[in-house]
């Protein structure tokens, strides 16, 4: 899925009311499964891309900061807080931009 199929014309479409889709990932050498609704899945990849990572390393990378918590979320919310994180970081850069 290289395009969004949750976001149609900058609009959540139907798809995204979705129930959680299951794919596989490696964290250090590890396979485990992610369990995340296809929007979520659709930024994941977007995000790993704006920043030029694999899906894998980007994943890991939300792992060891989850890990670091005192009192972590599932890797499933973690991924959703670090989105959402990435998502008002942006907002409020563009505010102060202007």
């Not at 995204?16 to 609704?37: C, F, M």
């Not at 979520?40 to 894998?56: G, H, M, S, T």
Request: aromatic share 4%; glycine share 6%.
């Amino acid at each position: 899925m290289a395009d969004s199929t949750c976001i149609k014309d900058g609009q959540v479409s139907g798809d995204s009311y979705h129930p959680p889709v299951k794919r596989s990932v490696e964290i250090a050498g590890h396979k485990t499964s992610i369990s995340l609704e296809p929007i979520y899945w659709d930024a994941l990849k977007r995000a790993a891309l704006a920043e030029n990572v694999p899906l894998n390393a980007l994943v890991a990378r939300i792992d060891r900061q989850r890990l670091d918590s005192d009192v972590p979320p599932g890797l499933a919310g973690a991924i959703r807080i670090w989105l959402l994180s990435q998502l008002l970081a942006e907002q409020a850069q563009k505010k102060v931009e202007g």
